[in-house]
């Protein structure tokens, strides 16, 4: 594991600036300032630090980014970054990138320099193109999206460009990286880039977007902290949501044998997803799903607005995700005071985690199991609790850890003692 130490401690605060900001698809904002009226507000949340979405400059969305070493305009520029990173780092809040290193917008200089010379272009191989020097070449895009033109990964040139970016901010104070569709990279090409980060940034937290797949084998031969746990987001909502903890305790054995390598970055939601409470059709089944990310074993990160129980839908078109990344006021006195009761049961759960540092590698195991109830222990370092879960719409006893039993409300979770 090549995790620094205090990734032990982390619980992110998801932030998706350019929505967050009412950057896009709308213009009027106050950029990464807006920030500034909500650092304490993730405080409070228990949060111990940010992981941004893209901030570098882009043509639409900021995952077609066309200058690394530039913050996008809709969200101001150097200073304002430097003034962000200086007051969250004030409040003991780490900060973390996330970088487009798989593709790059059409408006990227290095693309339109192959565009005007072709082949005779400098940087003509940092781009993946199918029968090169045919009369028929075909340019690669990122899953057919043809604004977004795919990076050549085998060319030294791109992995000396992305070396650069990554040590550029961390220089400026930025604590980490997310490595957006790292899922569509070569594993190696991490290997020969984050050494070179490291040189300098031994500390620093980089993970990897990986949807699906080997996990534990992508992590080993990339040289990444981490990767995101698709697998158990799926797991918790999708147990809650059809009567079955089965499948979440299937999920949570692969999850186990996914920290003998390396400890996963664990979400319930995120800004490519719908969100939770829209997900899940009981409202009251959103806090069984966090007391599950918060007792388990991860690095887990909240979503902006889903401790507040904001919906949102991801449609499958142009525009798709603006439902899930909305513009927040200006403040958090400004939100509605109908998602305090959610916030403060986040706050509950990650003050336990906070407390409990150790969950961070935790496993788990099957105390009691059926389509409706769940017991688990987490377990580390010679420490555990019991987590019950009851998703039923009636009270449930289950066993207790010693002996006897205990009630369970409908639509609740307790941790217990073991």
């Given at each position: 594991?090549?995790?620094?130490?205090?990734?032990?401690?982390?619980?992110?605060?998801?932030?998706?600036?350019?929505?967050?900001?009412?950057?896009?698809?709308?213009?009027?904002?106050?950029?990464?300032?807006?920030?500034?009226?909500?650092?304490?507000?993730?405080?409070?949340?228990?949060?111990?630090?940010?992981?941004?979405?893209?901030?570098?400059?882009?043509?639409?969305?900021?995952?077609?980014?066309?200058?690394?070493?530039?913050?996008?305009?809709?969200?101001?520029?150097?200073?304002?970054?430097?003034?962000?990173?200086?007051?969250?780092?004030?409040?003991?809040?780490?900060?973390?990138?996330?970088?487009?290193?798989?593709?790059?917008?059409?408006?990227?200089?290095?693309?339109?320099?192959?565009?005007?010379?072709?082949?005779?272009?400098?940087?003509?191989?940092?781009?993946?193109?199918?029968?090169?020097?045919?009369?028929?070449?075909?340019?690669?895009?990122?899953?057919?999206?043809?604004?977004?033109?795919?990076?050549?990964?085998?060319?030294?040139?791109?992995?000396?460009?992305?070396?650069?970016?990554?040590?550029?901010?961390?220089?400026?104070?930025?604590?980490?990286?997310?490595?957006?569709?790292?899922?569509?990279?070569?594993?190696?090409?991490?290997?020969?880039?984050?050494?070179?980060?490291?040189?300098?940034?031994?500390?620093?937290?980089?993970?990897?977007?990986?949807?699906?797949?080997?996990?534990?084998?992508?992590?080993?031969?990339?040289?990444?902290?981490?990767?995101?746990?698709?697998?158990?987001?799926?797991?918790?909502?999708?147990?809650?949501?059809?009567?079955?903890?089965?499948?979440?305790?299937?999920?949570?054995?692969?999850?186990?044998?996914?920290?003998?390598?390396?400890?996963?970055?664990?979400?319930?939601g995120n800004h490519d997803v719908t969100r939770l409470a829209s997900r899940l059709s009981e409202e009251r089944h959103?806090?069984?799903?966090?007391?599950?990310?918060?007792?388990?074993?991860?690095?887990?990160?909240?979503?902006?607005?889903?401790?507040?129980?904001?919906?949102?839908?991801?449609?499958?078109?142009?525009?798709?995700?603006?439902?899930?990344?909305?513009?927040?006021?200006?403040?958090?006195?400004?939100?509605?005071?109908?998602?305090?009761?959610?916030?403060?049961?986040?706050?509950?759960?990650?003050?336990?985690?906070?407390?409990?540092?150790?969950?961070?590698?935790?496993?788990?195991?099957?105390?009691?199991?059926?389509?409706?109830?769940?017991?688990?222990?987490?377990?580390?370092?010679?420490?555990?609790?019991?987590?019950?879960?009851?998703?039923?719409?009636?009270?449930?006893?289950?066993?207790?850890?010693?002996?006897?039993?205990?009630?369970?409300?409908?639509?609740?979770?307790?941790?217990?003692?073991?």
């Amino acid at each position: 594991m090549t995790e620094a130490a205090w990734v032990e401690h982390a619980v992110w605060w998801q932030v998706y600036p350019l929505g967050f900001a009412g950057a896009y698809p709308e213009h009027d904002n106050g950029g990464l300032r807006r920030l500034d009226a909500w650092l304490d507000y993730a405080i409070e949340l228990g949060a111990s630090g940010l992981l941004l979405g893209p901030v570098f400059a882009s043509e639409t969305h900021g995952y077609d980014t066309v200058d690394h070493f530039r913050i996008d305009p809709r969200l101001g520029g150097d200073d304002d970054f430097d003034a962000l990173v200086g007051a969250a780092h004030e409040r003991g809040l780490r900060v973390v990138l996330d970088g487009v290193f798989n593709h790059v917008g059409r408006g990227h200089p290095a693309f339109q320099d192959y565009l005007a010379h072709g082949d005779d272009s400098a940087r003509a191989r940092w781009f993946r193109v199918r029968g090169r020097g045919t009369d028929h070449p075909e340019l690669v895009t990122f899953e057919g999206h043809d604004a977004l033109v795919t990076l050549n990964h085998a060319e030294p040139a791109v992995a000396d460009y992305v070396a650069d970016v990554m040590t550029h901010w961390l220089r400026r104070g930025a604590d980490g990286w997310r490595l957006d569709a790292a899922y569509a990279v070569p594993p190696g090409f991490w290997a020969k880039v984050l050494p070179r980060v490291r040189a300098e940034f031994p500390e620093a937290y980089v993970f990897g977007e990986v949807i699906h797949g080997d996990y534990p084998t992508i992590v080993g031969m990339s040289t990444l902290d981490s990767v995101t746990q698709y697998e158990l987001w799926k797991a918790i909502w999708s147990s809650l949501e059809s009567a079955n903890f089965f499948e979440l305790s299937w999920a949570l054995e692969r999850h186990n044998g996914f920290l003998d390598t390396f400890v996963p970055q664990t979400f319930v939601g995120n800004h490519d997803v719908t969100r939770l409470a829209s997900r899940l059709s009981e409202e009251r089944h959103v806090p069984l799903a966090v007391a599950v990310l918060l007792t388990v074993g991860g690095t887990p990160s909240i979503y902006s607005g889903d401790e507040q129980g904001f919906r949102g839908v991801k449609e499958d078109r142009a525009g798709g995700d603006d439902a899930v990344r909305p513009p927040f006021p200006a403040g958090p006195a400004e939100l509605a005071p109908y998602g305090r009761p959610l916030y403060r049961v986040h706050q509950e759960l990650i003050g336990l985690r906070r407390r409990n540092a150790w969950l961070h590698r935790a496993r788990t195991r099957t105390l009691h199991l059926t389509n409706e109830q769940f017991v688990y222990e987490a377990y580390a370092d010679g420490r555990s609790l019991v987590i019950a879960l009851n998703a039923a719409k009636e009270p449930a006893t289950v066993p207790a850890p010693g002996g006897g039993t205990v009630e369970l409300a409908p639509a609740s979770w307790s941790v217990l003692t073991p």
